[in-house]
């Protein structure tokens, strides 16, 4: 059984980075052909997709945040991870990992971490 | 981007309800819409992908229908467990955007 899990810290100051990890276990992240990915929740609000990577290394990124988005990924230790620069109270948020997969052509997010809250505040 | 619309917002219904939530997007995706599960305090949860395919271990209860812009899920008979919020998400261009939620609550 795939499982996921977030880690890094929980409160950031505005205008710093913030830098997430999630361990995948239970599989290497290297097999399949599988796109990891981060999705955030404000309070109370809805889902936004952050970005993917593949096992390749390959990236992309919502465009919404590109410009301040890696995602970045470590096979040997068997995580990705997710830095957001530049941050402010806006990013504040339950941060997600997911693991996304392309099934008979059809894109899903089929494990999720159990999510980490991140608030940005000084 | 890709703007999905669910409706309502929010539902009431009683266990044993049939119940359904539309899920509309901006342009056409064709069937490439999920649905998920989320309770609170909980990451959320696949239910359906590719319009209406049940993911393994999901209730049958759980169906979904539609193509184009137009999608629905369908709870057949409520349980006590169903309650929660439920999000649709497009999969046919990135960004992957979902729906903004339609929570059911216990009459």
């Known amino acids: 059984q795939v499982q996921l899990q977030e880690s890094g810290p929980g409160l950031v100051k505005p205008s710093q980075t913030l830098s997430l990890t999630c361990t995948v276990s239970?599989?290497?992240?290297?097999?399949?052909?599988?796109?990891w990915s981060w999705i955030r929740q404000p309070a109370g609000k809805g889902l936004e997709w952050i970005g993917r990577?593949?096992?390749?290394?390959?990236?992309n990124y919502n465009p919404s945040l590109k410009s301040r988005v890696t995602i970045s990924v470590d096979t040997s230790k068997n995580h990705f991870s997710l830095k957001l620069s530049s941050v402010t109270a806006a990013d504040t948020a339950v941060y997600y990992c997911?693991?996304?997969?392309?099934?008979?052509?059809?894109?899903?997010?089929?494990?999720w971490g159990q999510g980490t809250l991140v608030t940005v505040s000084s | 981007d890709i703007q999905m619309t669910q409706s309502p917002s929010s539902l009431s219904a009683s266990v044993g309800d049939r119940v359904t939530i539309t899920c509309r997007a901006s342009q056409s995706i064709s069937s490439y819409l999920n649905w998920y599960q989320q309770k609170p305090g909980k990451a959320p949860k696949l239910l359906i992908y590719a319009a209406s395919i049940l993911q393994s271990g999901v209730p049958s209860r759980f169906s979904g229908s539609g193509s184009g812009t137009d999608f629905t899920l369908t709870i057949s008979s409520l349980q006590p467990e169903d309650f929660a919020t439920y999000y649709c998400q497009q999969s046919y261009s990135i960004p992957y955007t979902f729906g903004q939620g339609t929570k059911l609550e216990i009459k």
């Open positions: 990577i593949y096992t390749s290394g390959s990236t």
């Open positions: 997911a693991r996304g997969l392309y099934s008979s052509g059809w894109f899903y997010f089929d494990y």
């Open positions: 239970g599989g290497s992240i290297s097999s399949g052909s599988y796109y």
